[in-house]
């Protein structure tokens, strides 16, 4: 009976050193890897939309997407203060093979208090929707600071107080785990009437991607005379990925000609794409029809233009 006693004791002390042994073994086990959300960064590997439809309904960017010719992988829109994330837009973009652009437009909103906390409880009820939405995102923060035509901008609100505001809203969204944001720093062209971009820069820890606004005007714009001036200042503040994040080209510029010349000064530059505003503004020389839908010889162009593009499908 001791005998058997002693042999039962043996067995069970035998077990469980094996199954602390296992244990230790699955502990110090590394855990797998989350899924990245960090996008591409090849040049000319992105082609954006941004439509007067979205986030309402889907329906504007599928026409776009029949007429270019590819199926854009960046869908952009504009969320005005308050404004909560738009998932179910986001999964249908999603679904069609894209990546969301999200430019947070703080009109009514005071800068000062954003940078100070006061708006945290909807900035973190915004970052935990992105976060449980759990696809890449790109996020703009108060677009073209540079210029003097919004409240948050140039001349309106000191750099320095919207600097303080998007490091706070960075920060405070990745404390929140919304770490499948891709932060879009967005420029205005340089042009005259803006400000030095070096006073709203917020650093490279708080900036993913640097996105430059510029549109074809005249018949006497290029690319190089748009966009040249201000990636150069770009390139010496920071060497991130820059995206044309909203450009177009005008009737009043001869739109069918300027198209091509963006494409191929996106390539020279070493952009990582272009996003184009397909809207129909008709209000002077600043705000034209800059669809290409109504225009067979813009179609054409841009198709051709296009369809040398290798996309990137997050």
């Not at 919304?178 to 708080?206: F, K």
């Not at 820059?242 to 739109?255: R, V």
């Amino acid at each position: 009976m001791r005998s058997r006693l002693a042999i039962l004791v043996a067995v069970v002390i035998a077990a469980a050193a094996v199954v602390f042994v296992i244990g230790r073994l699955v502990s110090a086990a590394p855990e797998p890897p989350p899924a990245s959300t960090a996008l591409p960064t090849s040049p000319a590997s992105y082609l954006g939309v941004y439509e007067s439809g979205p986030p309402q309904t889907f329906g504007p960017d599928a026409k776009f997407t029949s007429v270019a010719g590819q199926t854009p992988n960046l869908v952009g829109y504009y969320s005005g203060w308050r404004e909560p994330f738009k998932t179910s837009f986001a999964e249908q973009v999603h679904a069609h093979g894209a990546v969301t652009v999200v430019q947070i437009d703080p009109t009514g909103a005071s800068i000062a208090k954003i940078a100070a906390g006061d708006y945290d409880s909807y900035l973190r009820s915004y970052a935990d929707s992105v976060q449980r939405f759990d696809q890449p995102v790109v996020i703009g923060f108060g677009h073209e600071m540079n210029a003097y035509w919004y409240s948050w901008g140039y001349g309106q609100t000191s750099a320095s107080t919207f600097v303080a505001a998007w490091r706070h809203i960075v920060t405070l969204f990745r404390g929140q785990g919304a770490t499948n944001v891709t932060w879009l720093w967005t420029l205005q062209a340089d042009e005259p009437g803006t400000g030095p971009i070096g006073s709203w820069w917020p650093g490279s820890q708080y900036v993913t991607w640097v996105g430059i606004d510029g549109y074809y005007y005249r018949p006497s714009d290029t690319f190089s005379s748009i966009f040249g001036k201000t990636i150069t200042q770009v390139r010496i503040l920071t060497g991130k990925p820059i995206l044309l994040s909203e450009t177009a080209a005008g009737p009043q510029a001869g739109q069918a000609a300027k198209i091509g010349d963006l494409f191929s000064g996106m390539r020279q530059y070493g952009t990582l794409g272009l996003v184009w505003f397909d809207i129909a503004q008709d209000d002077g020389i600043y705000h034209q029809d800059w669809h290409i839908e109504d225009n067979p010889a813009a179609v054409t162009a841009f198709r051709h233009a296009a369809s040398s593009l290798t996309l990137a499908r997050p």
